[in-house]
């Protein structure tokens, strides 16, 4: 069965810094790998995907993230965080068949301080 | 940019009461999701549904829970007899065909038993 698994449930950036968010999966296949963010009481908004190719991957508000097949991983990143990034973040893992599940981690919540 | 929708956004019931919860998926999308999320957990998959069947579902989805597409626009989720667990937000997704496999969210449902 898949599984993904967010090490890091908070974390605090200040404005300008740079941000790496942790994912970990598991998958016995090749993965579909999603990035979503949250924003209180709001739903999930795909940041960026992976299911074949180059294995870093461009999103959406500047977030970008690395596929490491070998570590199991695809961490998020951003150059320059901005104070509107405040948000849960949530990596995602789809199994191949047609029906496509996604298996969630549990969240990383990113708080920004000025 | 299309969206998906849902309603209502907040629905409070008493423990034993049926309730169904409506989405409208994007229009030319042919695979239809439900997702809950218990507050300060992680998304959960609940059920996967093409071509007018089930094709995928949890544990979680036992029968007191139902899906159905009654007119081709809407997706509803019904739950029978509700229980106190299970209040929490339900997210509606749908996809295209196609290889990347991205699900499109909708802002959610949040119901509460009471």
Same mark, same amino acid.
């Given at each position: 069965a898949q599984s993904v698994t967010q090490p890091d449930i908070h974390i605090t950036v200040s404005e300008g810094a740079s941000l790496e968010l942790r994912c970990n999966y598991s998958y016995g296949a090749t993965p579909y790998l999603f990035w979503y963010v949250q924003s209180p009481g709001q739903g999930l908004q795909l940041l960026l995907k992976y299911?074949?190719?180059?294995?870093l991957v461009q999103g959406i508000k500047g977030f970008e993230a690395e596929f490491k097949r070998s570590q199991s991983s695809f961490n998020l990143r951003k150059p320059s965080v901005h104070w509107s990034d405040a948000a849960e973040y949530f990596c995602a893992v789809g199994a191949?068949?047609?029906?496509n599940m996604l298996t969630f981690g549990g969240g990383t919540r990113l708080m920004v301080k000025p | 940019e299309p969206e998906v929708t849902q309603t209502p956004s907040h629905q409070v019931t008493q423990m034993g009461q049926e309730v169904i919860l409506r989405c409208v998926p994007i +229009?030319?999308?042919l695979y239809f999701y439900w997702y809950r999320q218990i507050l300060g957990q992680k998304v959960e998959f609940l059920v996967s549904f093409y071509n007018n069947e089930i094709s995928e579902k949890s544990e979680?989805?036992?029968?007191q829970f139902s899906v159905e597409r009654?007119?081709? +626009?809407n997706f509803t989720l019904k739950i029978r007899s509700t229980k106190l667990e299970d209040s929490a937000m339900y997210f509606c997704a749908s996809r295209p065909q196609g290889p990347s496999r991205e699900q499109y969210f909708g802002p959610g449902t949040r119901l509460t038993v009471t």
């Open positions: 299911f074949s190719g180059d294995t191949g068949n047609a029906g | +229009s030319n999308h979680i989805f036992d029968d009654p007119d081709g +626009s």
